[in-house]
Nanobody, 127 residues
């Protein structure tokens, strides 16, 4: 069973940056397609970016393109989300997700495509 643990959330001011981390455990190596999502109170879960298992392809939601960057270190079973120029509307619980898929170049942008989820980390951006 794979477990995902996010970290790096916190309270920041508008314009600041944060880097979230997601560590996967439970297998010798977790090099699957990964994604980041967020959910604000009263809103549906929102896709952010996704990255292929081979670290070749990535895909971003328009709302975060140019501000957020997804990356991964497969040797550490870790995926990162660098968030820059944060805005109050970025306030949400941020989740990482993994899809059990050995395709090297595929990416996935729907939450129902993912098999494993972390518990989430809170990001609060004050104005």
């Amino acid at each position: 069973h794979v477990q995902l643990v996010e970290s790096g959330g916190g309270l920041v001011q508008a314009g600041d940056s944060l880097r979230l981390s997601c560590v996967a455990s439970g297998r010798t190596s977790v090099t699957w397609p990964m994604g980041w999502f967020r959910q604000a109170p009263g809103k549906e879960r929102e896709f952010l970016p996704t990255i292929s298992r081979g670290n070749i392809n990535s895909y971003y939601a328009g709302s975060v393109m140019g501000r957020f960057i997804i990356s991964r270190e497969n040797t550490k079973n870790t995926v990162y989300l660098q968030m820059n120029s944060l805005k109050p509307e970025d306030t949400a619980v941020y989740y990482c997700a993994a899809k059990n898929d050995d395709q090297p170049n595929f990416v996935y942008d729907r939450s129902d495509e993912y098999d494993y989820w972390g518990q989430g980390t809170q990001v609060t951006v004050s104005s």
